[in-house]
Nanobody, 126 residues
Framework: QVQLVESGGGSVQAGGSLRLSCVASGYTHSSYCMGWFRQAPGKEREGVAASNSDGSTSYADSVKGRFTISLDNAKNTLYLQMNSLKTEDTAMYYC????????????????????WGQGSQVTVSS
């Protein structure tokens, strides 16, 4: 059973930085997709960043140049480094994983996932 445990959310002023972490356990598949999604109150969930097992990454236009997704395979940990945060980045952030995934990173950004983390609140104040 795949499990994803997130950490690293919090409150920060606009312009600040936060890093989210997502520790994955329960699978050792060589092909996978992983991503970060967010949902603000009253809004639909949106893909923020995604990565696949060939190392490709994809980002939503709203976060390009500010957010970086990375994976530490040795630690089975997915990260989302968020810099130059804006008030509109305020949302609940979720990591997601899909084993046996062969999608491109761009496809993975808008895909459905079977495994999700518990969510981390990110609040950016002006």
């Amino acid at each position: 059973q795949v499990q994803l445990v997130e950490s690293g959310g919090g409150s920060v002023q606009a312009g600040g930085s936060l890093r989210l972490s997502c520790v994955a356990s329960g699978y050792t598949h060589s092909s996978y997709c992983m991503g970060w999604f967010r949902q603000a109150p009253g809004k639909e969930r949106e893909g923020v960043a995604a990565s696949n097992s060939d190392g490709s990454t994809s980002y939503a236009d709203s976060v390009k140049g500010r957010f970086t997704i990375s994976l530490d395979n040795a630690k089975n940990t997915l990260y989302l480094q968020m810099n130059s945060l804006k008030t509109e980045d305020t949302a609940m952030y979720y990591c997601a994983a899909e084993p046996w995934c062969t999608m491109t990173a761009t496809q993975a950004l808008g895909a459905e996932y079977n495994y999700w983390g518990q969510g981390s609140q990110v609040t950016v104040s002006s």
